[in-house]
C-alpha cells in the first residue's frame, strides 16, 4: 500500500465541516474587535485512544496570529504515518471522544465518530509546506515516529478572528491518527478491518490513535 492514499478518507469526513470554520472566519471580518495580541499558552495532556498505548503531550505558545507548536509522543506505532490535526468546529462539542460515541459497539473510536466531538481539521501539523485543511491528506509530511516517538516543532500562522478566539479560549482538540491494533508493525486489514470512510483502506491507518483538548 502506498503511504501517500493511507489517509485518503480523513478528507473526506473532516473537509466537509470546513465550510462551516470558513463561515465563521468570513464573518469575523466584518467585527470590530481584533484577534488578541496578548500572548497566550495553551497545553494538552494526549491521552491515547483505541488502545494505542501512546502518550503524549502538547504546548502552544501563541503570540498574535502565529503560535509556536510543540508535540511530544512516545509508543505511537513505529516507522509508520501519523497524520495530526488541530481540529476545531463551530457545530462540534470540541472535545475528545469516549467508549459513549462508540455508536457501532466495535469496541474501538473510529474517525467518523469522533467528528462530532472534535470537528474537522482546522489545520494540518505537517513537517513543511501547506498547513491548511487541504493538507490533511499530505502523509508525505507527517511524522513517522522512529522508535514510536514524535518530537515536533512548528509556528504555524493562524487567520485573525472567532475561530483564533476560540482557540485561544480552550475548544481547539488535536487528534493523532494511526493504531497498529494486531502490532505487526503495518497498516493491514487484519487488525481492525476497513475504515469507514473508504473500504479499500485498512481502518488502522485512519483511527484515533491520541486525543487532547489544548487549555
Known amino acids: ?6 489517509y485518503a478518507g480523513i478528507g473526506g469526513m473532516v473537509l466537509a465541516g470546513t465550510a462551516a470554520v470558513a463561515g465563521i472566519q468570513a464573518s469575523s471580518a466584518t467585527e470590530a474587535k481584533p484577534a488578541a495580541s496578548a500572548p497566550v499558552q495553551l497545553e494538552a495532556n494526549l491521552k491515547a485512544m483505541n488502545d494505542s498505548g501512546a502518550a503524549g503531550r502538547v504546548d502552544a505558545d501563541f503570540t498574535g496570529r ?3 507548536v510543540r508535540i511530544k509522543i512516545r509508543g505511537l506505532a513505529k516507522n509508520l504515518p501519523h497524520a495530526q490535526h488541530l481540529h476545531f468546529g463551530a457545530e462540534a462539542r470540541n ?3 469516549n467508549v459513549f460515541d462508540d455508536a457501532n459497539n466495535d469496541l474501538r473510536i473510529n474517525v467518523a465518530e469522533g467528528v462530532p ?3 474537522p481539521i482546522l489545520k494540518s501539523l505537517t513537517t513543511s509546506g501547506d498547513t491548511s485543511p487541504k493538507s490533511g491528506l499530505a502523509v508525505d509530511r507527517f511524522p513517522t515516529a522512529p522508535k514510536g516517538k514524535v518530537d515536533y516543532e512548528r509556528t504555524i500562522n493562524f ?4 475561530v483564533l478566539r476560540a482557540i485561544k479560549s480552550g475548544k ?3 487528534v493523532i491518527h494511526g493504531v497498529d491494533h494486531n502490532g505487526n508493525g503495518v497498516y493491514d486489514f487484519d487488525g481492525a478491518g476497513a475504515s469507514e470512510l473508504d473500504p479499500s483502506l485498512p481502518a488502522e491507518a485512519t483511527d484515533p490513535a491520541l486525543c487532547g ?3
Open 1 to 6: 500500500m502506498q503511504h501517500r492514499k493511507l
Open 66 to 68: 502565529k503560535a509556536e
Open 95 to 97: 472535545e475528545c471522544p
Open 117 to 119: 466531538d472534535y470537528g
Open 159 to 162: 487567520a485573525p478572528g472567532a
Open 172 to 174: 481547539g482538540v488535536i
Open 213 to 215: 483538548v489544548l487549555r
